[in-house]
């Protein structure tokens, strides 16, 4: 080599060490954002991006200090983060190990995400049984928090996990299952990664079909009878949720889909990664126009007539990217509140009450039914349920933030005199007693922790909020 090329390799060779220096601290870097709301910024030790089963175990022995579990962080009040602690981030834990179609099982690492899953299906025409309205969560994340959809039949995802794989704090791996170590199954399904960070899951699988939208309007008095007389009766529906509208909550829009044999109207089999100008100004509009939300219900209705047939992975895996718009002053986020089918009309004449006289910027309230279930220990639908999902518009200024907790911690208060609870993985607006009245199970929950980590390795914002 000459002079000159020497000269050249020498600062090829620096240029290199300046950029995976770079990459280096951009993958360890010390403030971790939540992924969906941009709320929470916080100093952290460190992010680890483990490979590996082995090799996250060799890191639980190396590791010192409290440890948060990060999935795709979109919960939205500290659930995946820990000051001063290290992050596992399990992105690059995501592979496929095993695949059944015939039994219809399949079983995976937690890093990965939904659509991950679904573009490994759909060829063989199989379906996710239970998973949120978007794609793009991690498996572990939402085993972790026990999501439930707008699955018509179903309870929340823990109904579909047949078992899970799950390293605990002294880094052993251990199989959990309704059989096996099944306190340890209880605690880590809807545990917020507090038991140790599950690794594997075997999920059970479903048909695709194709399906076919109707909408209904209808007051919301109406409502929650046709919903169990019809609805819940009628076997051929496969998604259904209701839109409450703001800012008066009295008229729901009730959007059913249901089986059919009919030629497709959309024929992509899986959703596009952005949403349509139209659905984007549509959010924006809502989010900023008082005037448009009281005329919304008039041009939804007029666009409504159209019929919509396509594949259920299509309708089953909305993008998060379709939902986000460009934010500075403000951001999006929602709240959930889990009402006994009997007694949501009066949830609803609460809800509209303290609404009203806080007046938050509310976006939209979608209606979810879920099946009881009580099989995790944290179970947010011992009864059987409808969901209010409320979507709003959060101003990061000091006095918005403040309102925000007036009226949660109000809505709170009226969910708990009328047996609901209220979903955890959002912002932690509650107070403590109110966290114990709606899981009166987390005494119990604690004995499990501590005996599986009785060091208090895994923690994170829930965890130092409320136990
Ligand atoms: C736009 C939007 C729509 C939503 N819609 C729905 C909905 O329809 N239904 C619903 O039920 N929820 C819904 N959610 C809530 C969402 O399901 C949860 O916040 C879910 O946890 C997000 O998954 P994630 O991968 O981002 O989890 P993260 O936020 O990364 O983690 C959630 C919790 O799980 C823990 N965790 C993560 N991975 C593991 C692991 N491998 N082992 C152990 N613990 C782990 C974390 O420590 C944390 O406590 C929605 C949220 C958003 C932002």
Not at 51 to 66: A, T
Not at 257 to 286: M, P, V
Not at 343 to 367: D, G, Y
Request: hydrophobic share 40%.
């Amino acid at each position: 080599m000459n002079g000159k090329n020497k000269k050249i390799a020498c600062i090829f060779f620096m240029m290199q060490i300046v950029f995976l220096s770079s990459a280096r601290n951009r993958d360890k870097t010390v403030i971790s954002n939540q992924g969906f709301s941009s709320l929470n910024s916080i100093q952290i030790k460190d992010r680890v991006f483990p490979r590996s089963v082995e090799e996250l175990q060799l890191l639980m022995q190396k590791i010192e200090g409290p440890i948060a579990i990060a999935g795709m962080q979109c919960s939205m009040g500290g659930q995946s983060m820990v000051k001063n602690g290290i992050i596992i981030d399990t992105k690059n834990l995501a592979h496929i190990v095993n695949f059944d179609a015939v039994g219809k099982t399949i079983t995976v690492q937690t890093g990965i995400s939904w659509r991950s899953i679904q573009e490994y299906i759909d060829p063989y025409n199989l379906s996710l049984k239970v998973m949120q309205s978007y794609c793009d969560f991690s498996v572990g994340g939402s085993l972790s928090v026990n999501v439930h959809g707008r699955y018509v039949g179903y309870g929340p995802l823990i109904e579909t996990v047949q078992s899970i794989k799950i390293i605990v704090a002294d880094g052993q791996l251990l199989t959990a299952s309704r059989t096996q170590n099944s306190d340890l199954f209880k605690a880590a399904l809807g545990g917020y990664g507090l038991l140790g960070i599950i690794v594997e899951v075997t999920l059970s699988l479903t048909e695709n079909c194709k399906i076919e939208n109707k909408k209904i309007y209808m007051n919301v008095d109406s409502y929650f009878e046709y919903l169990s007389k019809i609805i819940l009766q009628d076997t051929s529906v496969v998604f259904h949720n209701g839109d409450l509208y703001p800012p008066y909550y009295n008229t729901v829009m009730s959007s059913t889909w249901y089986k059919t044999d009919k030629k497709l109207t959309i024929t992509d089999r899986l959703q596009n990664l952005n949403g349509s100008i139209r659905q984007k100004i549509g959010i924006s509009l809502a989010r900023r126009a008082a005037w448009f939300k009281k005329m919304r219900i008039n041009y939804e209705a007029s666009n409504s007539s159209e019929p919509i047939v396509c594949w259920r992975n299509y309708e089953a895996g909305y993008r998060i990217s379709q939902l986000k718009l460009p934010e500075s002053f403000s951001t999006t986020l929602l709240q959930e509140y889990f009402i006994p089918l009997e007694n949501c009309i009066e949830f609803v004449k609460a809800m509209r009450v303290i609404l009203q006289a806080h007046n938050p910027n509310i976006l939209n309230i979608s209606i979810r039914h879920v099946k009881a279930n009580n099989e995790t220990l944290l179970s947010w639908s011992s009864k059987e349920c409808c969901a209010f999902v409320i979507y709003y518009e959060q101003f990061k200024k000091q006095n918005s933030l403040k309102n925000t907790i007036g009226w949660t911690q109000k809505l709170i208060d009226a969910v708990l005199i009328l047996n609901g609870t209220y979903y955890l993985p959002y912002q932690l607006n509650a107070r403590k007693d109110q966290f114990r009245a709606a899981y009166p199970t987390y005494k119990k929950f604690e004995e499990i922790k501590f005996l599986y980590d009785p060091k208090v390795r895994f923690q994170n914002y829930l965890w130092q909020a409320y136990f």
